[in-house]
Nanobody, 123 residues
Framework: QVQLVESGGGLVQAGGSLRLSCAGS????????MGWFRQPPGKEREFVAR????????YYADSVKGRFTISRDNGKNTMYLQMNNLEPDDTAVYYC????????????????WGQGTQVTVSS
């Protein structure tokens, strides 16, 4: 398994931006499909975005398409989530995750998880 640590969360006003980072260690980071999930207060964890092992394939939830951008730097063993035009509904704990499966999009597809980072968007 790969060990994952998120950073970059915080409090931001609606319309603002944040960039989350996910640092990986352990087994070869570049061999994994990577994803971002979030868990709003009182709700289940939901898919946000996914990026393929080479960074050439990305996929987004409709709710963030056009506002969020997922990327990765395999040389630094790090994945990113650039979040622009944030809305109060984006408030959640954000998790990064790693999967062996190429087109993973559900929680059960991902075998390694970070501890999460809180993002709070005020109106």
């Amino acid at each position: 398994q790969v060990q994952l640590v998120e950073s970059g969360g915080g409090l931001v006003q609606a319309g603002g931006s944040l960039r989350l980072s996910c640092a990986g260690s352990g087994r070869i980071f570049s061999s994994y499909t990577m994803g971002w999930f979030r868990q709003p207060p009182g709700k289940e964890r939901e898919f946000v975005a996914r990026i393929g092992w080479s960074g050439g394939s990305t996929y987004y939830a409709d709710s963030v398409k056009g506002r969020f951008t997922i990327s990765r730097d395999n040389g630094k063993n790090t994945m990113y989530l650039q979040m622009n035009n944030l809305e109060p509904d984006d408030t959640a704990v954000y998790y990064c995750a790693a999967a062996v499966r190429a087109y993973a999009t559900v929680v059960g597809d991902f075998g390694s998880w970070g501890q999460g980072t809180q993002v709070t968007v005020s109106s």
